[in-house]
């Protein structure tokens, strides 16, 4: 979720939209491609599209909208083929994050769909039945989710600064993560958590980022739940972190003019490089690897996608002048291609990296 919606949150009462699929060889006005980029699809919605996520097969991509709606998108049918629905209680806040479980034989269900909102509710859905699995309420806003690569837990970002952590079995509540009193150490948030990724290859660590300019490492065993060490920098406004889960490190996108891009070392916290502008600046909300030698960025200004190879830090591929900032990105790889979702406005792009 950007923060730059939340920083005057709407209560959005518009009728439920249904996606409308524009075929990709129609003209997407004033947008332009450079570099091995390829518009596959654009679907338009009534609402606002905040963020969006590929399952673990690459089927289903789950869109959040503005209003408290989800849509499903087929990429087998290229059509929206479920909807989510805004909770009764959720009073058409915005979606603020969405994760699919990871699936296990020990599941009952797949295609189980993690949903938060900036109501403070947190839901997860069954999404090929509509059905309602759990509901937690909290009194702040939740802004951002991640699951743990097993299924067993979810954490949770929250305005408050806090770090919520949730039994996947129980929906009870096992750890809250927050600062300590000690205010000399900051071992933790004091103002909105935006982003959260958990360690690729242990579940005990995980990552936060937010608006007060720090990124904070967190172990599950640390039973004080305080942040375990952090760094000072990055002005995390939306999901702003990610981890590559071979070389290890992270990629840290910032709202801000100067050193948006950088990447880290995980397990030091080491500055490992600033990625440089290039003739399109931009402030960046979200980030990802697509490979260990590949980020895509995305932000507000020139309202972009950006692909940079990283050894050169040379942009290879741009998506701009986009209606909208570019809030969430998600990107699926089958075979030798990757499919990029991009949300911005009340749009939706599929997009095919060709490199």
């Known amino acids: 979720m950007a923060a730059a919606v939340l920083h005057q ?52 991509l789950a869109i959040g909208l ?9 990429a087998e ?21 969405l994760k699919w479980r990871p699936e296990n034989k020990e599941q009952l269900y797949g295609n189980v769909l993690f949903v938060t909102y900036a ?7 069954h999404v090929t039945t509509n059905k309602s699995l759990s509901k937690y309420k909290i009194e702040a806003q939740v802004l951002t989710s991640a699951y743990s690569s097993d299924g067993c837990h979810t954490i949770s970002g929250c ?39 958990y360690h690729p290859q242990d579940d005990n660590l995980f990552v936060s980022g937010g608006w007060d300019d720090t990124i904070q490492w967190w172990d599950t065993r640390v039973k004080t739940g305080c942040s375990i060490k952090k760094i000072v920098g990055p002005h995390i406004c939306g999901e702003g972190l990610h981890i590559d889960s071979t070389s290890l490190n992270m990629v840290a996108a910032s709202w801000r003019n100067k ?37 895509i960025c995305g932000g507000s200004h020139s309202n972009m996608l950006r692909i940079i ?18 809030y969430s990105i ?26």
């Open 66 to 74: 503005s209003n408290g709606n989800v849509k499903i998108f087929s």
């Open 119 to 125: 109501s403070g509710l947190i839901e997860r859905f």
């Open 159 to 197: 305005s408050d600064g806090n770090i919520l952590m949730l039994d996947e079995q129980t929906n009870q509540e096992t750890m809250l993560f927050t600062p300590s009193s000690n205010t000399d150490r900051m071992d933790g948030h004091m103002m909105r958590v935006f982003s959260l990724q």
């Open 259 to 295: 050193n948006n891009l950088q990447v880290y070392e995980f397990n030091t916290g080491k500055l490992l490089k600033t990625i440089p502008s290039d003739n399109y600046k931009s402030m960046l909300y979200c980030a990802q690897w697509k490979n260990k030698d590949t980020i």
């Open 9 to 60: 949150v709407r209560d959005e009462r518009r009728a439920s939209n249904k996606g409308k699929l524009i075929a990709s060889d129609e003209k997407s006005s004033n947008i332009t491609f450079d570099g091995n980029l390829k518009l596959l699809n654009k679907v338009d919605f009534d609402s606002e599209t905040m963020c969006c996520s590929f399952d673990h097969k690459g089927k289903f």
């Open 330 to 355: 998600d990107n699926f790889k089958l075979g030798a291609r990757s499919t990029i979702a991009v949300c911005a406005a009340k749009n939706l792009y599929l997009v095919e990296d060709t490199s």
């Open 77 to 97: 049918s290229k059509a929206i083929v479920y909807n989510v629905d805004s909770p009764a209680n959720n009073k058409n806040l915005p979606v603020t994050s």
């Open 309 to 326: 190879n990283y050894a050169s830090a040379q942009t290879i591929g741009r998506m701009d002048d986009l209606q909208g900032a570019v």
